[in-house]
């Protein structure tokens, strides 16, 4: 069945699945924190969205990747201010940026 739309107020460790019950909506969970998705879990009268199957994401490795994009957007961000700043675009000293950017 085709999905009407998305229903984005609910919460549960069942979601996100369609519901042809609910007018055929896509229930998203909306407290992925509280209720994260498990495979154990299974409305009554939805159908997963997407298949269940245990992560084999390792997690350090995704914690790498992602400083690893941290750091080369943050270097980016600076090389883009930095020209800026050269170019007249963007008024003061990348010293001035530096302090109002310091890490808290």
């Known amino acids: 069945p085709e999905a ?28 992925t924190v509280r209720f994260p998705t498990t495979c154990a879990s299974a409305g009554p009268s939805s159908i997963r969205v997407c298949p269940c199957e245990e992560s084999s994401i390792d997690k350090e490795k995704e914690a790498e990747e992602f400083r690893r994009r941290l750091a080369t957007e943050a270097v980016r961000q600076l090389r883009v201010a930095d020209e800026e700043v050269k170019s007249g675009k963007r008024q003061g000293k990348m010293g001035d940026w530096w302090a109002t950017h310091k890490p808290s």
């Not at 009407?4 to 407290?31: I, R, T, W, Y």
């Open 4 to 31: 009407a739309g998305c229903m984005e107020h609910l919460f549960g460790n069942d979601l996100p699945a369609f519901n042809p019950s609910q007018q055929n909506q896509v229930l998203l969970n909306a407290d």
